[in-house]
């Protein structure tokens, strides 16, 4: 029997600590590391990130956009990397933010979630601004594959407040509407539900919103968005036993060098160990 996302994620966090990397290869990532940004630049980065953290890091999330930027040549880069991350015992969040009306979210969901799509991922970031509803395709395939889904409910971005912090007609907000369809969403399961929320760090004190939605909150933000470790049990109050800090060019900028990214991502680590208690 396959075990679900959050059964997996909470044992991979117990094991490894809740640290995420993001794999993000920015062109200008490829220029610090000496690479050209070019197919074998974006092949010598990632691998190099796979070969130094697989075996340490709980999870890893690469950013898809950054990968289709160079066409099927970068996909397969992509595909190569997930079963080599999942190989290796790492999980991997596919970062493609995906969102469509329901029929075409089948497609998908097919995409990241069927067991044997080429990219298939232990769980997949997806959007909710076409009505929470159109996502059920994707819940669906995911529970049906023992995957989960991060559903962006208040991101990191300065931006997101317009649309996510919008009143409805009920007097609650759109981006607290998320998080109750996700509380229900994982209502008893445990040791915690495979559907999260994506909540940035750098948002400050969100306790006018309820983040106890029995599953994992996957927060960007770190390093390179200025919020910091030491911002988490600020940021999350009683919930940061399941939040899920994601670094990328924090950890990424410490490269081409393995020793130093490893060194990178286990300050990262220690950090998120001493401020959130795990
Ligand atoms: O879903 C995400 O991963 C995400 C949501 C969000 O609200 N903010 C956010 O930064 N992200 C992603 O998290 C990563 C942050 O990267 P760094 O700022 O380099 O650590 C990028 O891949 C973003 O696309």
């Avoid at 991922?121 to 395939?141: E, F, H, I, Q």
């Amino acid at each position: 029997m396959t075990l679900s996302f959050g059964t997996r994620l909470r044992s991979a966090m117990d094991e490894r600590g809740p640290l995420c990397v993001g794999i993000d290869p920015h062109a200008s990532l490829l220029d610090s590391w000496g690479l050209a940004d070019d197919i074998a630049g974006l092949e010598r980065f990632t691998y190099t990130v796979v070969e130094a953290l697989a075996g340490t890091v709980a999870v890893f999330k690469p950013q898809a956009a950054f990968f289709e930027r160079f066409g099927s040549r970068g996909v397969a880069v992509l595909e190569r990397a997930v079963v080599d991350l999942r190989e290796a015992g790492g999980l991997v969040v596919m970062d493609a933010k995906r969102g469509d009306i329901g029929s075409t979210m089948a497609a998908y969901a097919e995409a990241f979630l069927r067991k044997d799509s080429p990219l298939f991922s232990d769980a997949l970031t997806v959007s909710p601004y076409l009505g929470y509803g159109s996502l059920k395709p994707a819940v669906d395939l995911a529970r049906e594959s023992g995957a989960g889904l991060f559903v962006l409910a208040l991101t990191s971005n300065p931006e997101g407040s317009e649309v996510q912090r919008a009143v409805r007609e009920d007097g609650r907000t759109v981006g607290a509407t998320m998080l109750a369809h996700l509380a229900e969403e994982n209502a008893g399961e445990g040791p915690m539900g495979s559907f999260g929320a994506v909540v940035g760090a750098t948002l400050g004190d969100l306790s006018a919103f309820d983040l106890d939605i029995n599953g994992p909150l996957l927060a960007p933000g770190i390093g390179a968005q200025g919020a910091t470790p030491a911002d988490l049990p600020a940021v999350f109050g009683a919930a940061v036993r399941n939040v899920v800090p994601n670094v990328s060019r924090g950890v990424l900028k410490a490269g081409p060098d393995a020793t130093a990214l490893r060194a990178a991502a286990e300050r990262y680590a220690n950090e998120i160990r001493a401020a959130v208690g795990a």
